[in-house]
Structure formats: structure tokens, C-alpha cells
């Protein structure tokens, strides 16, 4: 897929009553873009907003955010990196996705380890696929990675797939030497 | 005795045995694995030989003609002579076993305390190994195995001893001929539970088989050993171990060539009786082996010391006071049993208790 | 002052390494143990060596295809991975699935519960000892039930059977006795496994205790799954966020009350039961007859853009996918949240100050697939 | 229990000093390379060594024909896998040892450690992060040594082969005997694999060391 033909989704307002208005309510100086998701409500906050937001999500007994279900990186392209968590309130039973969108050539963003501690295999992960450097996480090696492999992100769009035919053949002809450098 | 030679006869009756014990390694290796099989509702090997009886010899085959591989860090010599100093006691344990009333290698009057004394040594060839291959789960299993065996020694001497001062002799033939139609397992249950225990320590079966846990430490002393030497050190040495143990136990427990009848037909119906009485034994041996998982380290360490051993001093109190008052045979029945009874209750309630087994995070002094 | 420091003697900690190869690993997982004698100091976890990269591949594949790599990424609970999939398609994709397809995801989704669980009574068994046996108890069932999926799927493991939509095509006419002549057989394999371990003194002394974890502690660390419902907290996504049908059955959810391995086993061995009841309610109400797919179905499906993250109780925890669409008929980005990858977060947490044999009992009470830790 | 209490109230405190808060420094940081020779070396094949059979060397020639019988017969009676599960693929391995299908009908029995083991049964993908181990395993078992490769993935990358972290197939750093179709090969298809490498051993008795 060109990144012509690549469409954003139409931003839906959340309805009225929903965690955004919640969250409006605990931080009202903090900008949130709101959006309805399929499931959730999509909150997108600016990067040096995250931090305090995430904060507030866990502690706010209003929100009570204290689980941390899921936290991705997405690719962009142009458009930059988009690191985005998924909560859930066992008290509350209410869920939020909460996005940041990080510009492609200084992708940093500070660690949520110290707010929910698992955060951090899913930051390394994070990090180690996007490139994306979590400031102040305790320990930013690769994890699914060699450790010695740190300048190439699978799972950005620029590194692509091999076809199978000519991978094959190309590494069929190769000695064994030579291998590292035939996948750069 | 052959020729009126000392020496000769030694060395044939001492070749008749090894080759027994070959006979018997290779025939248990073959019956273990298809008995367990059917526990587990597997056939077991069939494609060697008919029923796969030749499963053993193609096993030995194999092994025999398998690289022989020393890790270069290992200490050599060590290394190398672990094996022979784990199966040497094992096989001398044999030595001194009466299999009918007038032939063994040699009937000792302390038989009993040789054979428990000689068996404990195979210890050192499991520490020679763990040591020797340079492998940190061989240095486990091989303290492991040192923790074990010789703490296991103790309650089963103990439960021994108790069993001599009811038959009175140390000679093994005279224990049996004491035993006559009532074999000591009844007289002694107690003693015979602490013996069973001991002995599944002593040939690392389940639940005891710590020092060679596969799934922790993977076979533990031996796990760097291979082709000849690794069968020596680990089939050989254990099936060895547990034929003499129990042959032994079917001596002393189980009435020897007795049964409760009362009929002797010759010496090859003492042999019968004998074999048919081990094999009880093996059984049962493997049957748990199949079914039960394992212990740790602390938990075995404390059924030792906390359970089997004062139990094993309780033994000899009551067995001493009945004896010394010459209180009537079935007292003996009474009182052991009832400590059974009561060992069955505490191991019982040691698994209700919850005992904070964690210790600090900080770090663990001594 | 200790002993050993009085007559001048030295004690040393040693690392010892489990894995890559190890038979209590499940698989390629690694751990270096800093051990203190017998005592474990120190954990630290290697992954990574199962990454293959399903995650990255799937978006180079159209919605359809990439059924298999799920199958794949969570090889011991395919239907249940398979079903967390097909919903967020479905749910971005807006998809009405038919009755009768729904019946058979739930039937298929709660059985292959169970045959991971059967897969998870035997692993851990053999992890506290039990020479084989109760491993040949648990596959021995868990068989029975695989000829039900081949059946059904015609694939013992990777069925690729679940569709956006709807499933690929209708179960056999003997479905429903099939169904519950295993329900019969699974209710006599589940009281087999539970006289062989639940009592067995030994199996208790290993796990009572071993690896425990409060509830706090364990949302902190985002677990989910048996794990979580061991240490008591009544949590189950079937019951709070019912997704698919659900909502129509009547089951308990087990929970433990402290958190450790014993309570992982028993809590695993509950839930089978349950997985039965579900199952038999199941078939009662599922329809004889119907469509299976809807029935404007495009040959070619395309989503429109959007994100949904779906997620679903599986045998391990909550299963998630994040799904991202920029319109196309391939995922912009799709993103597992494997819930053995979040559990064994906690492993240090749990292990530390243990002996080494525990290490390995409360690596077996998590349940882990190297498949989907790896992705 | 205590020390969960005291775990438990020592992380707050640690979490208020914890560095997350501290202003966003400058640049990131610079990752180091990743290292090309680290990779070539993963990625290097396995020196095979023929192995040296003694009873070759004392036997006279007469006696080598039978022993070679003998032995061969014993070897493909007597295969000791190493319990070396990977991926998907170990599941349906250990299925084919389970009451089932159950290998020790052929006398196969899984052993843990590889120098116990005579055939390796690569049950699974093979990712370059893994390949080291998976040669230094190999290298540890003693000769005579077979390698099953098991399923499509262990055997070209199968649907994995165009990710950059997977192996080609296993056959890229160790020598195969056999290779087993499937993705992944049902129980019946492994005890197949296995079959044909007892006829391969029967077969090759003479060049075996």
C-alpha cells in the first residue's frame, strides 16, 4: 500500500459522559484531541503533556487507571511515531487508549516504568522495533533482539521484507562470512 | 569351595555375580521402561526383538560403541575414574548377600553393617563427577547427592539396628532363619517404611531423586558424561544399587527364603522365593518412581532429620523395652505400628502447614 | 557475625544458566539465576530467541492470510487467538457474524482452553517431577479433543478455521454428539488429573507457598489471566466485557486466595471444568442449521481506516490485538499484546529468594508460550 | 507475609525518586552498530569432524562386516533424541512421545542433556539469535550424531522466511539427515522422519563412525 492511498480515520467525537470528559475534568489544562474508537475513547495528548497525564490516570481516584494493558508503537511514515497505551480501571471498569505522536527524527518520549512497572519490557520492545528512546527507563537494551543489534527497527516501514525468491537465491550463492552483511 | 582353592572359588563366585548383576541391569532396564509404560498407558519398546525384549542390549551396544567425550576443562583422571568408584561399592553390596542358606560370594557375621556401610560410599563417586566435569548443575546435583545419601544413611542404620535387636544377629542368614514363617515386615513396619524410604534415597528414585532432577539440573552428576562411562556411572551403578537393596530388603524384611508355609524344596526354591521377593520390592520402587513428583532440597533434608529419624530412635526405645521385659511378640506389631501410623499423620500434616517458606530478597546468610 | 567470616572462609555466588536449551523452559526462554547455594538471588530473564517477526510479516499480508501467523504466535490456544483476531477485524470492518458460526467459535475457542490447560497440567507436572505420567494423562485427553478440531478444521494445530465474519465453512453433521461425547470423556480426564496431583502430598509441599505475588503487585505488573485470578481478585474479560456470546452462558470464575503456584494449578483445573459447562450449555443452545458467514461478504475485505485494540480472555490471560487500518485490505500495524509476554514480567518478582527448583515450578505455574512471549 | 509487606512498602518510595521525572535531556542517545562480525559468526556453519570409531582400528577386516551389523542395528534400535523443542513443532513432538503414538515403541526416549543424545530433532524455527545455541548443542553431542529437521520452518524459515531474524533452515549452519514436511508435521509424519533415518543409518553402516 502507497502512502497515497493510505487514509486517517474521521475523527467521531466521543459522547458526552465518557472518560474523556473525566479526564477534562481531573487536568483541565491539558489539551486532548478526543476521539470514539471502535471500543474505546482515543485520547491524543502532546508529548511533554504524557507523562502528566499517565500520572494522573493511575493516581486520580477518579480514574484509577492502576492497569496497564497494553502499550504499542505505531509507524507513521511522514506523519511520525505514534506510541500509544491502552488502560483499564479494574475499579471503574472503564477503558481509554491514550496516543502521542513523536516526530520521526527525535523520537523520545519519558518512561512510564516508574507508574506501572509493566511498562518496561513493553517500552524495550517499543524501543528496539521503532527506535524510540524512553527516557528514563532502567534498562534500554534490546530485549527480543541481539543486545548487539541497536541501529536496525524491524518494524518501521523502511525495513522492508525480503522476497523469497531472490533471498533465497542470494544467500544461497553466499559464503557463510559474508552473511551479516548481505541483510543490511 | 572349587579345588579346596580360596582364591578360585572367590573368583568364580565372584564372576557368577557380576554376571548376575549384568544379567539383572540389562533385564531392569528393559522391564522399567515397559512397566512404566503401561502407567503411563504407552506400550513400551516393541520394535526390538519380539516384544522389544533386545531394547537393552541395543541399548548397551549403542553406548559402548558411542564417542567417549571428555570436556576439555574437566579435571582428567577424576573425571575419568568417577564411574568406577560409583559402581565398585555398588556391586560390593552384592558381595556379601546370602541368595540361598548356604551360597553367597562370602556370609559375613556383620553382614547387615557391611552392607550398609559399603553402600554408602558410591557417594563419592558422585561427588568425583560433580566436581570432575567442571559444569555448575553436575556441582549441584553433586552436593545434592552428598546431602542426601549420607543424611538418608542415618534413620535407615537406625531402623536397622532396631531390626537386629529383634532377630539378634548381624549375620544375614540369621536374621533370616529368625524371621521363619512371620517375615519382619510385620514385626517392624515402622523399620521396614524407613528402609523403603532410604532406599529410594539411595538409588535417587522419586520422590527422592534430587541430585539428578532432570528438570532442574538435568541428570546432575553424570550430565557431562557420555557413550560407556555414562552408562557405567548412571544405569549400572543405579539398576546395581537398587538389585542389591533389594534383595537385601527381601532378606531382612520380607523372610528370605522363607514363606509363611513353610515348605523348602531345594535350593533353587529359596532362589525363587528370593527373586520373586526383590522384584516385589523393584516394583514397587518403580511403581513410585512413575507417580510421584519430587522433592527439594530443604523439604527431603527435613523429612530425613525431622520425621524418619526420631522415628527411627522411637523404633529402638520400644524395641529395647520389649525385649528387655520379654513383652510378647505382637507388642512389637503394636507399638511399630502405631508409630507408623502416627509418621503417616505428620508427613500428612507438614503439607496442610504453610510455612513461610521465602526468605528476604536481600540476600540469604548461611 | 557468621561462621564463615570468623574462620576467615569465602562464600560465593554463582550464576547458573537455564536455557536456551533446558527441559523446564518450555521451550527457548533463558534465565541466568544468581544463586546463593541453593538460594536464588537473582533473576534475570533473556527473550527473544523465538522472535520471528509475525507482528511485521502480518502486515505484508491481506486480513485473511494473516489468520495463520495467529495460529502460529499462539500455538497451544490457536481458536482462542484466532477468535481475538477475527473479532477486531470484525469489529472494524463491521461485520455481523450469524448464529450458528458464533456457537462453533465459543465451542472451539472454550475447548482448545481446555487442551492448553491439559497441556499446562502436564508441563507443570514435570517441572515439580512426575516422571511423564501425568504428561501422558493430560495429551492422552488432549488428543480426543484434537480429533474433534481435525474434524471440524482439518488441521491438528494450526486450524485457520475462524473467518472474519463467520467461520470457513460449517462443522459436520455430527458436531453436536461429537461435542459432547468429549465433554463426557474431558469431565473424566479433568477428575483423573486432579486425583493424580490436587492431594498428592508432595505435589502440595512443592507448590503450596512458591512464587507468590499480591494482587496489587500483580495489576502493577499488568498480569492477567489464572495468574491474576489466583492471587483473588474476580477477574474474567468473558464476564466483564463480554465479547461474542458470552454473555448468554452461566459459569463461576475460580479465584485463589494467595497468589501462589498451588493456586495457579488449582485455579487452571477450575477453569476446565467451567470450559465444560460452557461448552455443554453451548451445544444445547446453538442452532442446527444456518448460515455461517454473512452474506454480503466481499471477496476482497477491506476496513476502513481506523484502530481498534479487541481483547479476549485466553487460557494464559488477555489476549490483545491492536489493530490499526488506514483503509487497504492489509493491517497498517498489528500488534499482539501476548499475555505470557506480561506474566513473565513478574517472574523476577516471584522468584527471588526461592531455591533453584522452585525457580523452575514458578516458571511452570506462569504457563508460558515461547511463541507468543516472542511473537 | 512480611517480606511481601516490606517489598511492597519499599517501591513507592522508590518509584518518587525514580529518574522518569528528571527534565527531557538533549539528544538521544547514540546507539552503537550492530556488529557485523557478531553476525557473520552467528551465522557460521558448524566444522563437521568425523568421528573416530576405535573398534575399527582393532577389529580385523573379517570381523567389521558383522560388528558393522551389529552396531548399526543397535544404533537405529536405540535413538536417543534430545528434548530440544523450539516452536510449535515441539508440541506436536512431544505429542508423538505421549501414550498416543508413543516413540518408545522404536526405543526413542527424550533425553535432556545433549551429551546423552544421539539425534537432534530441530522441532521449530530457527531464529539467528538462537542458531549459536543451537550449534553449540550440536557440537556437544558425541559422534555418531544425527539432525531431524522437523517442519517447514526448521527446514527453509517456512512462513516465517521473509522476516530478517529467521534462519533460512537449519541446514544453513548444521548438517540434516532427514527433513520432515509440515507446518507442523503431524506426530505420524515425525515417527516417518525417524523411520527413514534408521534406514539411512542401516544403510550408511559402513561410512559411520
Known amino acids: 500500500m502507497s502512502p497515497e492511498e493510505q487514509q486517517e480515520a474521521p475523527i467521531v467525537p466521543p459522547p458526552p459522559g465518557s472518560v474523556a470528559d473525566l479526564f477534562a475534568a481531573v487536568l483541565p489544562d491539558v489539551k486532548f484531541q478526543a476521539a470514539q474508537g471502535a471500543l474505546d475513547v482515543i485520547l491524543t495528548v502532546d508529548r511533554e503533556d504524557l507523562r502528566r497525564v499517565l500520572r494522573a490516570a493511575k493516581d486520580d481516584p477518579r480514574l484509577d487507571f492502576k492497569y496497564l494493558r497494553c502499550l504499542s508503537g505505531v509507524d507513521h511514515m511522514e506523519a511520525g511515531v505514534e506510541v500509544v497505551y491502552h488502560l483499564y480501571s479494574y475499579t471503574h471498569k472503564h477503558n481509554v487508549t491514550i496516543k502521542a505522536r513523536l516526530p520521526q527524527d527525535d523520537p523520545r518520549l519519558p518512561s512510564a516504568t516508574s507508574i506501572w512497572r509493566g511498562a518496561d519490557w513493553h517500552e524495550r520492545e517499543a524501543a528496539e522495533m521503532f527506535g524510540i528512546f524512553f527516557e528514563g527507563h532502567p534498562n534500554l537494551v534490546p530485549l527480543l533482539l541481539p543486545e548487539d543489534m541497536t541501529d536496525h527497527h524491524p518494524l518501521r516501514k523502511d525495513s522492508p521484507l525480503a522476497e523469497i525468491e531472490e533471498w533465497q537465491a542470494e544467500r544461497a550463492g553466499l559464503a557463510a562470512g559474508e552473511a551479516g552483511e548481505a541483510e543490511e | ?366 | 557475625m557468621t561462621v564463615e567470616q570468623e574462620q576467615g572462609l569465602e562464600t560465593l555466588e554463582i550464576n547458573v544458566n537455564m536455557g536456551p536449551q533446558h527441559p523446564a523452559t518450555h521451550g527457548v526462554f533463558r534465565m541466568v539465576l544468581t544463586v546463593d547455594g541453593e538460594r536464588v538471588v537473582d533473576l534475570v530473564p533473556h527473550i527473544g530467541y523465538l522472535h520471528r517477526g509475525a507482528e511485521k510479516l502480518s502486515e505484508n499480508l491481506d486480513y485473511r492470510q494473516a489468520i495463520g501467523l495467529q495460529d502460529r504466535t499462539e500455538y497451544l490456544a490457536a481458536f482462542n487467538a484466532e477468535l481475538c483476531y477475527v473479532m477486531a477485524v470484525e469489529k472494524l470492518a463491521g461485520l455481523e457474524v450469524p448464529e450458528r458460526a458464533q456457537y462453533i467459535r465459543v465451542i472451539l475457542a472454550e475447548l482448545n482452553r481446555i487442551t492448553s490447560h491439559y497441556m499446562f497440567m502436564g508441563a507443570f507436572a514435570t517441572d515439580i517431577g512426575v516422571f511423564g505420567t501425568a504428561f501422558t494423562y493430560g495429551f492422552r485427553e488432549r488428543e480426543y479433543i484434537q480429533d474433534l478440531f481435525e474434524e471440524v478444521s482439518g488441521d491438528r494445530m494450526m486450524y485457520a478455521y475462524f473467518r472474519p465474519g463467520g467461520v470457513a465453512w460449517d462443522a459436520p453433521d455430527n458436531f453436536k454428539e461429537r461435542v459432547r461425547w468429549v465433554c463426557r470423556q474431558t469431565r473424566v480426564g479433568i477428575s483423573d488429573i486432579d486425583g493424580l496431583l490436587t492431594t498428592n502430598e508432595v505435589f502440595v509441599a512443592r507448590t503450596r507457598g512458591i512464587g507468590a505475588i499480591s494482587s496489587q503487585k500483580a495489576i502493577d505488573y499488568g498480569l492477567s489471566g489464572p495468574v491474576l485470578r489466583a492471587c483473588g481478585l474476580k477477574v474474567d474479560l468473558r464476564r466483564e466485557e463480554p465479547y461474542s456470546i458470552y454473555d448468554r452462558f452461566d459459569f463461576d470464575i475460580p479465584t485463589g486466595e494467595r497468589g501462589d503456584s498451588f493456586d495457579r494449578y488449582w485455579v487452571r483445573l477450575e477453569e476446565m471444568r467451567q470450559s465444560v459447562r460452557i461448552v455443554e450449555q453451548a451445544v444445547e443452545q446453538m442452532p442446527d442449521s444456518g448460515p455461517i458467514l454473512p452474506e454480503k461478504l466481499p471477496r476482497r475485505l477491506r476496513c476502513p481506516p481506523g484502530e481498534v485494540y479487541m481483547r479476549a480472555e485466553n487460557p494464559r490471560g488477555e489476549y490483545g490485538i491492536y489493530l490499526v487500518s488506514k483503509g487497504g485490505d492489509k493491517p497498517y500495524r498489528l500488534k499482539v499484546r501476548s499475555p505470557s509476554y506480561c506474566n513473565l514480567m513478574a517472574l523476577k518478582e516471584m522468584t527471588v529468594g526461592h531455591y533453584v527448583a522452585d525457580a523452575v515450578v514458578v516458571l511452570g505455574s506462569i504457563d508460558i508460550v515461547l511463541g507468543e512471549v516472542d511473537r | 507475609m512480611e517480606v511481601e509487606k516490606a517489598a511492597a512498602t519499599a517501591t513507592p518510595e522508590a518509584e518518587a525518586k525514580a529518574p522518569a521525572e528528571v527534565a527531557v535531556e538533549a539528544a538521544p542517545q547514540v546507539m552503537p552498530k550492530r556488529g557485523v562480525e557478531i553476525e557473520a559468526e552467528r551465522l557460521r556453519p558448524v566444522q563437521v569432524e568425523p568421528g573416530k570409531a576405535l573398534y575399527r582400528q582393532v577389529l580385523p577386516g573379517v570381523l567389521q562386516v558383522p560388528a558393522d551389523l551389529v552396531i548399526a542395528a543397535a544404533r537405529k534400535s536405540s535413538l536417543w533424541p534430545m528434548t530440544f523443542g523450539l516452536a510449535c513443532c515441539a508440541i506436536e513432538m512431544m505429542a508423538t512421545y505421549m501414550s498416543h503414538h508413543d516413540l518408545d515403541r522404536f526405543g526413542i526416549v527424550p533425553w535432556a542433556s545433549p551429551r546423552q543424545a544421539d539425534v537432534m530433532i530441530v522441532a521449530g524455527t530457527v531464529t539467528k539469535k538462537m542458531a549459536p545455541a543451537v550449534k553449540l548443542l550440536y557440537e556437544q553431542m558425541p559422534n555418531p550424531k544425527w539432525v531431524i529437521s522437523m517442519g517447514a520452518c526448521a527446514t527453509n524459515g517456512g512462513p516465517y522466511t521473509r522476516y530478517d531474524r529467521v534462519l533460512q533452515g537449519v541446514d544453513k549452519i548444521i548438517p540434516v539427515d532427514v527433513y520432515v514436511p509440515g507446518c507442523p508435521p503431524r506426530p505420524e509424519a515425525l515417527m516417518d522422519g525417524l523411520i527413514a533415518l534408521q534406514n539411512k543409518i542401516m544403510e550408511e553402516r559402513k561410512k559411520i563412525g
Request: with cysteine; net charge positive.
Open chain 2, 1 to 366: 569351595m572349587i579345588g579346596g582353592n580360596v582364591w578360585l572359588d572367590a573368583f568364580v563366585r565372584l564372576l557368577a555375580v557380576l554376571g548376575l548383576a549384568i544379567l539383572v541391569v540389562l533385564i531392569l532396564t528393559y522391564v522399567e521402561r515397559k512397566f512404566v509404560g503401561r502407567i503411563q498407558m504407552r506400550l513400551g519398546p516393541m520394535r526390538t526383538g519380539p516384544y522389544g525384549i533386545l531394547q537393552s542390549i541395543a541399548d548397551t551396544v549403542k553406548l559402548v560403541v558411542k564417542e567417549d567425550l571428555r570436556p576439555a576443562s574437566a579435571d582428567r583422571w577424576v573425571y575419568e575414574l568417577a564411574p568406577i568408584a560409583a559402581f565398585v561399592p555398588a556391586f560390593a553390596v552384592l558381595v556379601a548377600l546370602p541368595f540361598t542358606d548356604s551360597w553367597g560370594v562370602r556370609v559375613l557375621n556383620l553382614g547387615l553393617f557391611y552392607v550398609v556401610a559399603v553402600s554408602a560410599l558410591s557417594v563419592l563417586g558422585y561427588i568425583m563427577a560433580g566436581w570432575a566435569s567442571d559444569n555448575k548443575y553436575a556441582l549441584l546435583g553433586a552436593m545434592r547427592s552428598a546431602a542426601q545419601l549420607i543424611s538418608y544413611e542415618i534413620p535407615v542404620v537406625l531402623a536397622l539396628l532396631a531390626l537386629a535387636m529383634v532377630a539378634g544377629s548381624l549375620d544375614l542368614v540369621k536374621i533370616v532363619e529368625a524371621q521363619g514363617r512371620v517375615p519382619f515386615i510385620v514385626w517392624q513396619p515402622l523399620g521396614f517404611f524407613i528402609f523403603l524410604a532410604g532406599m529410594l534415597a539411595e538409588t535417587s528414585r522419586r520422590p527422592f531423586d534430587v541430585p539428578s532432577a532432570e528438570s532442574e539440573i538435568v541428570g546432575g552428576p553424570w550430565i557431562e558424561y557420555s557413550g560407556i562411562r555414562w552408562s557405567i556411572l548412571f544405569a549400572f551403578t543405579e539398576y546395581t544399587t537398587m538389585f542389591g537393596l533389594s534383595v537385601f530388603g527381601a532378606l531382612i524384611f520380607l523372610g528370605g527364603w522363607n514363606w509363611p508355609l513353610g515348605l523348602d524344596l531345594g535350593w533353587w526354591w529359596q532362589l525363587l522365593l528370593i527373586f520373586v521377593k526383590a522384584t516385589l520390592l523393584i516394583m514397587t520402587t518403580l511403581w513410585m518412581s512413575a507417580t510421584f513428583p519430587r522433592l527439594r532440597i530443604d523439604q527431603l533434608m527435613g523429612f530425613c532429620w525431622k520425621i524418619l529419624l526420631p522415628m527411627a530412635f522411637l523404633q529402638i526405645f520400644f524395641n529395647g523395652l520389649i525385649l528387655v521385659y520379654k513383652w510378647p511378640d505382637w507388642t512389637l506389631l503394636l507399638t511399630s505400628g502405631a508409630a507408623l501410623v502416627f509418621t503417616a499423620f505428620l508427613i500428612y500434616d507438614a503439607t496442610r502447614v504453610r510455612a513461610p517458606v521465602r526468605a528476604p530478597a536481600g540476600g540469604v546468610t548461611s
